[in-house]
């Protein structure tokens, strides 16, 4: 069965540094691989996706993720964090059966 | 305008009693999902339906029953409600189910089962 793990519970970055967030996922065959946001009091938005071809991703907002097969890795960057970014990030993986997995979540806080 | 919009967003009630959340989405899509969120912020899926037809149902109690009008339509009905069932219920929609389609989700409806 697909599984996702997001590492990091919690991270904190100060606004206009750089943030990575990890994700590992697990599943036998090509993954499809998602990443999305909440803020505070909504629902999920979709900030990229990767099914295949160019491992490296551009989604909204300014965000990108990287691909990489033999890691088993989709971890998402940022090159400069806005206070806006704060919310709640999710990995998901999806099983071939069209159902999404998602991993626990990371927090990002921004400081000033 | 809301694309998908549920109701209520915040629901208290007592153990035993049964509710439902309503869930509509002005999207055209196909498809529409329920999706539980716990308190450590797992998000699960629990079912979807495809043109008004259950297409996913999750291991979830009995007591959960979703009902699909119509294809814009997506309610959940929660019987003999349990402590345990207090989590933040999320409606979502897409395209179609053929493939990973963007997923559109509504607010939340945060459950409080006291």
């Known amino acids: 069965a697909q599984s996702v793990t997001q590492p990091d519970i919690h991270i904190t970055v100060s606004e206009g540094a750089s943030l990575e967030l990890r994700c590992n996922y697990s599943y036998g065959a090509t993954p499809y691989l998602f990443w999305y946001v909440q803020s505070p009091g909504q629902g999920l938005q979709l900030l990229l996706k990767y099914f295949s071809g160019d491992t490296l991703v551009q989604g909204i907002k300014g965000f990108e993720a990287e691909f990489k097969r033999s890691q088993s890795s989709f971890n998402l960057r940022k090159p400069s964090v806005h206070w806006s970014d704060a919310a709640e990030y999710f990995c998901a993986v999806g099983d071939g059966d069209y159902k999404l997995s998602f991993g626990a979540g990371t927090t990002v806080t921004v400081r000033a | 305008d809301t694309a998908v919009s549920q109701t209520p967003k915040y629901l208290v009630t007592q153990m035993g009693n049964d509710k439902s959340i309503k869930c509509e989405q002005n999207l055209g899509h196909d498809t529409m999902y329920w999706y539980k969120q716990d308190s450590k912020k797992f998000l699960k899926i629990m079912f979807s339906y495809n043109n008004k037809e259950l297409i996913i149902n999750e291991t979830v109690p009995n007591r959960f029953s979703p009902k699909s009008p119509d294809k814009a339509h997506l309610n959940l009905h929660i019987n003999s409600l349990e402590l345990g069932d207090s989590a933040v219920y999320f409606c979502?929609?897409?395209?179609?189910?053929?493939?990973?389609?963007?997923?559109?989700f509504g607010s939340g409806t945060q459950l409080s089962v006291l």
């Open positions: 979502a929609s897409s395209l179609d189910r053929g493939r990973y389609e963007k997923l559109f």
